[in-house]
């Protein structure tokens, strides 16, 4: 793998003066790692962003500030965009020695194709998508392939302890932590619940109750018309005093 370079020289301009550097074709850069005073920077735009592209946040780039003498083992730490354009607006430079070792996060990709995958209602559950190693800097992949090919039947799982690395690196994350299981898709389906029988019935007792007490007039209410129909008048008997 050919190593990768970029060039970068020391900045004066700080700030929101820092736009001024972009329209130029110039993007502002940090540097900073341990036991290192750290420094702002200015690289090419257009050899900046190739770099960036090939190196992704897992690979060594020898940088080489102008005026020092020797280059620099560096990772690219972080990387900021304009949300819109995408524009390069400021990139993060980490040094490191080649003799230390280091911790860091790479990011797991799945490659080839899952015979348990062919069959129909199936799904490729993902676990981790990152592993967290130590090694040298210069050992650190750009990222780490597993092969799901193995995966022959459904439930079957790839785990942490199953991927296998230079015996260089140490990986630091947890051996039965998920990275890949093909599972069968299950749909559920809500079913209504029935209505208890007893419930039914007392609804309808209810009803009949509640019907019965509007056709029935109560005791009160018949007391009532007696009392009412005694003090009327007697048709008849005006009719003839008349």
Do not use: W
Not at 167 to 184: G, H, N, Q, T, W
């Amino acid at each position: 793998m050919d190593e990768l370079k970029i060039k970068a020289v020391k900045r004066d301009v700080l700030g929101k003066k820092n736009r001024f550097l972009r329209r130029q074709g110039v993007t502002p850069a940090h540097l900073f790692g341990h036991s290192l005073k750290s420094q702002v920077l200015q690289c090419d735009t257009e050899e900046l962003k190739k770099v960036v592209a090939h190196a992704g946040t897992t690979r060594l780039v020898s940088l080489k500030v102008e005026g020092e003498k020797e280059p620099k083992n560096v990772f690219v730490r972080e990387i900021q965009r304009d949300a819109l354009s995408r524009q390069l607006l400021h990139v993060d430079f980490y040094q490191v020695k080649k003799g230390e070792k280091m911790s860091m996060d790479v990011p797991i990709v799945l490659v080839g194709e899952s015979p348990a995958m062919k069959g129909k209602g199936r799904i490729m559950s993902r676990g981790t998508v990152v592993l967290r190693i130590e090694c040298l800097p210069e050992k650190v992949p750009p990222q780490i392939e597993v092969d799901i090919s193995v995966l022959q039947d459904i439930d079957q799982a790839i785990h942490v302890k199953d991927i296998i690395l230079d015996p260089e690196i140490i990986v630091r994350d947890d051996p039965e932590l998920l990275v890949a299981k093909v599972s069968e898709i299950v749909i559920k389906v809500e079913e209504e619940k029935p209505v208890a029988e007893e419930a039914v019935v007392a609804e309808a007792e209810g009803e009949v109750k509640a019907e019965g007490a509007a056709e029935k007039p109560t005791d009160e209410a018949a007391s009532d018309k007696k009392t009412a129909d005694k003090k009327a008048p007697d048709k008849k008997a005006s009719d003839k005093k008349e």
